[in-house]
Nanobody, 128 residues
Framework: QLHLVESGGGLVQSGGSLRLSCAAS????????IAWFRQAPGKEREGVAC????????NYADSVKGRFTISKDNEKITVYLQMNSLTPEDTAVYYC?????????????????????WGTGTQVTVAF
C-alpha cells in the first residue's frame, strides 16, 4: 500500500519561497513517478511538476517554469518542490500523487494518477 504525505505549506509574502515535501512510503514507493498538483478555490486541479522514479525525467507547467524546481531524495523516497518568486496566483492546496511514465514522459494530467495514490494536501497561501 502506497502512502503519500505532503508537508511544508504555509503563509508567505509575495516574492518569497517555500519548499514542499512529499514523503512516500510502501514497499514499491521507490518505483513511482511523483507529481505535484494544486487546486485553488473554484478552479480545476492543475499539474505543477513531476519527476520520474529515478529522477532523470522532469516536467513543469509553463506557469511555474523558472520558479519551481522538483527534486527527489531516493534514499528517503521524498520528492521536494522548491517554490521561488511566489505570487498570490500560486495560492492553492498542493497535492502529490504517484503514477507512472506515459510514453517515457511524466505527465501533468491528474487523470493519469490513480485515485488511491494521492496525498491529502498542504495549503500554500501567498499574501500580497
Amino acid at each position: 500500500q502506497l502512502h503519500l504525505v505532503e508537508s511544508g505549506g504555509g503563509l508567505v509574502q509575495s516574492g518569497g519561497s517555500l519548499r514542499l515535501s512529499c514523503a512516500a512510503s510502501g514497499i514499491t514507493a521507490h518505483l513511482y513517478t511523483i507529481a505535484w498538483f494544486r487546486q485553488a478555490p473554484g478552479k480545476e486541479r492543475e499539474g505543477v511538476a513531476c519527476i520520474s522514479d529515478d529522477g532523470g525525467i522532469t516536467n513543469y507547467a509553463d506557469s511555474v517554469k523558472g520558479r519551481f524546481t522538483i527534486s527527489k531524495d531516493n534514499e528517503k523516497i521524498t520528492v521536494y518542490l522548491q517554490m521561488n518568486s511566489l505570487t498570490p496566483e500560486d495560492t492553492a492546496v498542493y497535492y502529490c500523487a504517484a503514477g507512472g511514465l506515459v510514453q517515457n514522459q511524466c505527465v501533468l494530467d491528474p487523470s493519469y494518477y490513480g485515485m488511491d495514490y494521492w496525498g491529502t494536501g498542504t495549503q500554500v497561501t501567498v499574501a500580497f
